[in-house]
């Protein structure tokens, strides 16, 4: 009997959890990329509106997109535009540009590449396989390991229209799910080469400079520095409501502050 | 007394109810991932899917055999890494091992069940990983190799439990005839008990097989996830579970994408169910022969 | 004598091999104590996340793990120990308790990644409506359905390890079957049916795949079952996998360790006193 009763008990909880349909205000789901911006973003506007609590998912920029156009999210997050598939699905779809992000070419920093200058031409040869060896590059006779972004991810897509140019990248290329994860490689290997954000910049990977400039808030301002991209948060509509009020946060000074603080850059 | 037969009915009853519940889910599984995963084929024939080398999504290219031949050499991989040792480690504890040292290698053997196979991963990711980069001199130590090690040690545990067991089961007969023809331990070991113990070692393995390539987290974080076919083991290379761990994410929802990933959550799915089936077959096979 | 040479050889290869088992647990042990240990406190156990889980604790990670399995252990204990005692009491062995366990079998063999796609697409997708998307209790029912099968055979070996003349004793002074499982089978199989729970929840609050396509990485501590939170098991994914900071990622992976550690001693305990009953008897 105790057993009965302890069921008894566990679903009267569960019922009563039943009584709100979703525990934040505002959820936000979708990409990794832009998730740090975010989570920190919600962090300090619940701290200034004690009253509201705004939810962080995660789920990458397809189902971010996907749940914001069904309606089971007030925002989705996105590192790449919608596609035509996604804009025919949900037209009523708007995009907000609330950060710049800028991808950079990183080596280990053991790698004597990292104070040379690459073309454009050379990084698509390295990465699509037909440069295989850092002696071809005038380096030591290494094997070139390439680090990639897995299929559908937002800065994969960015890599690949920005630099690959319809070649594809070599099937070679390790993947991995995350701009982290690169790093962690690069750093650990120094065959390696890859890419990221200019958000995942620290002293244990190198940035290469591509046509002689290396990535910084500058350079990407002064469009001297080519590989650079806008990071969304996706509403139905245009934002209204607390989604409205947090965008709004978001491209503030305060907000932007938060997307430098998190190694973006400012919008402008 | 009519009462309370009827009492007793309609706990009968409901507990049916819950008994065929594992039945439903398991047939809610086939149906959803079958849902998500057929529509590719209106795109991609079978044979593409499962021949093909390409997996290019974006340009609707969704060749899935490199994948497949990467989870089965993975599991190979672990399986003759695990086999030897899980073995040994069964007829010792069966058989040589004194109570002090069951009393410490047990408890380990279910410790090193228990422990999530993330952490698994988190460790073969910085361990295992720059091991086999030093060991072999390789670009990087991503590898198959990486990952079967790592499955090496998260099946072992099976492969011990269910070893010890068949050797436990085998009659003390065998043995004492064995003794008796003037054998030692070590003769009566390998020529008597294991062979008579054999087809249930074979079940443990072909469970301790399912297990490996079903495997996500700890295989995703050192395998390398290279879309290419491997050439051995110490090539990078991606598994089916992997790539839908990787992928998944990022897909358009309902995109041919999304099928195809759905598609190849179904070929190990399939695997495992028929190992599954084929393990507890020879378990009863073997339970018979001895009874 | 080459016979007592190979003897004596194959003896020392066998203990080899249990102490090559016993160094690899102590390596993974060794790695994650030595490398979490410094980040592990109080504090980090119980305060909120801050700066992007570069700074802070943990808590929310703590509740979304707690309240999972307890979603899954509220779906699959009641329906586990039932199907358990359906099989054992109201059924003799023939076509139904053979489709029965075949099916928790397979259930208890699909891939873990197998039920991420489906609870994806079951509880995010199809039944979004009624269950919050992705939320918490998307995955505990998901793990729910997991955990099954190993609650549904612990059990089932709990209730026949009760002697059958116990029962038939009972009959024998006038009980009904139902009085006969209350006062007799379910006390017997307390123990037992117990260490299958704690297996389970050893399982639940490990495991990662099946879950991560419905739980993020989630600052706040989620309010209801249909919001959104994060488990342990997917913090220490995102966290090592973004980079974002190793030593709050080993932080997370001792945590989670010394759950399941404190899990298997507890099954440690009950075993025995299992061990105990049994010879009683």
Redesign the interface.
């Known amino acids: 009997m105790k057993a009965v009763s302890v069921f008894l008990v566990l679903g009267l909880v569960l019922f009563s959890g039943c009584a709100g349909k979703d525990s934040a205000d505002l959820v936000i789901a979708g990409s990794t990329t832009v998730q740090p911006i975010v989570t920190r973003a919600a962090e300090v506007y619940s701290k200034e509106h004690p009253d509201t609590s705004i939810g962080v998912e995660g789920g990458g920029s397809g189902t971010g997109i996907r749940m914001v156009g069904e309606g089971s999210v007030a925002v989705g997050a996105s590192s790449r535009e919608l596609s035509s598939e996604e804009k025919r699905a949900h037209p009523d779809l708007t995009v907000n540009t609330i950060a710049i992000d800028c991808i950079a070419i990183v080596v280990n920093p053991s790698n004597n590449l990292s104070n040379s200058s690459l073309s454009l031409a050379e990084v698509r040869d390295i990465f699509s396989g037909k440069i295989t060896n850092y002696k071809e590059l005038g380096g030591p006779d290494r094997r070139i390991v390439l680090v990639e972004r897995e299929d559908g991810s937002g800065t994969r897509s960015m890599f690949e229209s920005m630099v690959m140019n319809n070649t594809d990248v070599s099937d070679a290329a390790l993947q991995k799910p995350a701009s982290g994860a690169i790093r962690f490689t690069v750093s650990g290997n120094e065959n390696a080469i890859g890419y990221l954000g200019i958000g995942y910049l620290d002293g244990s990977i190198k940035p290469i400079a591509v046509n002689g400039v290396l990535p910084s808030e500058e350079s990407v301002r002064a469009k001297s520095y080519p590989l650079s991209r806008d990071l969304y948060l996706i509403t139905k509509g245009k934002p209204s409501g607390l989604a409205g009020e947090f965008i709004d946060y978001l491209l503030s000074d305060a907000g932007q502050d938060i997307v430098k603080e998190e190694g973006f850059i400012r919008l402008e | 007394m009519k009462k309370?037969f009827d009492?007793?009915r309609v706990?009968?009853a409901?507990?049916?109810v819950?008994?065929?519940?594992?039945?439903v889910?398991?047939l809610?599984?086939m149906l959803?991932?079958l849902?998500?995963g057929l529509p590719l084929f209106n795109k991609v024939s079978v044979s593409d899917f499962l021949l093909g080398d390409?997996?290019?999504?974006?340009k609707g290219l969704f060749g899935a055999s490199q994948f497949i031949v990467a989870a089965l050499l993975v599991t190979f991989g672990a399986i003759l890494l695990s086999v030897p040792?899980g073995i040994?480690?069964a007829?010792?504890?069966a058989e040589?091992?004194p109570g002090w040292?069951k009393r410490?290698?047990r408890?380990?053997?279910?410790?090193?069940a228990?422990?999530?196979?993330?952490?698994?991963g988190?460790?073969a990711?910085?361990?295992i990983?720059?091991l086999v980069?030093v060991t072999f001199n390789v670009?990087?130590?991503?590898t198959i190799l990486a990952a079967s090690i790592v499955l090496a040690?998260m099946i072992?545990p099976i492969i011990?439990s269910i070893s010890q067991d068949s050797i436990e089961s085998v009659p003390r007969l065998y043995k004492e005839g064995s003794y008796a023809l003037g054998a030692?331990?070590?003769?009566t070991?390998?020529r008597v008990l294991v062979p008579a113990a054999g087809p249930g070692i074979v079940a443990g393995i072909i469970?301790a097989m399912?297990r490996a390539?079903?495997?996500?987290?700890a295989v995703?974080?050192v395998i390398?996830?290279?879309?290419?076919m491997p050439a051995g083991l110490l090539d990078?290379g991606?598994t089916l579970?992997s790539a839908?761990?990787?992928?998944?994410?990022?897909?358009?929802?309902k995109?041919t994408?999304y099928n195809a990933?759905?598609c190849l959550?179904l070929v190990?799915?399939i695997l495992?169910?028929f190992?599954?089936?084929l393990s507890?077959r020879l378990t009863t096979k073997n339970k018979a022969r001895f009874a | 004598m080459l016979s007592k040479n190979a003897d004596r050889l194959a003896k020392i290869w066998l203990w080899l091999s249990a102490l090559v088992i016993i160094l690899v647990l102590l390596s993974v042990l060794g790695y994650v104590f030595i490398n979490g240990i410094g980040a592990i406190s109080v504090s980090f156990l119980l305060d909120m996340p801050q700066n992007n889980w570069r700074e802070g604790g943990i808590y929310p990670a703590i509740v979304g793990s707690l309240i999972v399995v307890f979603v899954a252990l509220a779906f699959a204990a009641p329906v586990g120990v039932g199907t358990a005692m359906y099989l054992t009491e109201f059924r003799t062995e023939g076509l139904v308790t053979r489709i029965i366990r075949t099916s928790s079998d397979a259930l208890n063999a699909v891939p873990s990644i197998v039920f991420g796609l489906f609870g994806l697409s079951l509880f995010v997708f199809y039944l979004g409506d009624y269950t919050g998307g992705p939320s918490l209790l998307s995955a505990g029912l998901t793990l729910g359905f997991m955990i099954l099968p190993t609650i549904i055979r612990t059990s089932e070996v709990a209730m026949r390890n009760v002697p059958y003349a116990e029962r038939m004793e009972s009959f024998g002074m006038g009980a009904s079957k139902l009085q006969t499982i209350r006062n007799i089978v379910l006390p017997g199989a307390v123990p037992g049916i117990a260490t299958g729970l704690i297996l389970s929840i050893g399982r639940a609050v490990g495991e990662t795949a099946p879950i991560i396509f419905m739980v993020a990485l989630n600052p706040t501590i989620p309010k209801s079952l249909f919001g959104s939170g994060n488990t342990l098991t997917t913090q220490l994914y995102y966290l090592s996998m973004e980079g974002i900071s190793m030593k709050v990622a080993f932080g997370t992976a001792l945590t989670l360790m010394l759950v399941i550690l404190t899990l298997n001693a507890i099954t440690r305990v009950f075993k025995k006193r299992l061990s105990r009953n049994l010879r009683r008897c």
């Open positions: 309370l009492q007793e706990v009968g409901a507990l049916m819950f008994s065929i519940t594992a039945l889910i398991l809610l599984i959803f991932i849902d998500g390409k997996w290019v999504p974006a040792l040994s480690c007829v010792f504890l040589i091992a040292a410490i290698v408890p380990a053997i279910e410790l090193l228990g422990i999530p196979s993330i952490i698994y988190v460790f990711l910085i361990i990983v720059s980069r670009a990087t130590g991503e040690i072992l011990i030692t331990d070590w003769q070991i390998h469970l399912g390539i079903g495997e996500t987290m995703v974080l390398g996830n290279v879309e290419k990078p991606e579970t839908i761990l990787l992928e998944m994410g990022e897909a358009v929802v995109s994408h990933l759905f959550g190990p799915f495992v169910l190992m599954s089936v507890s």
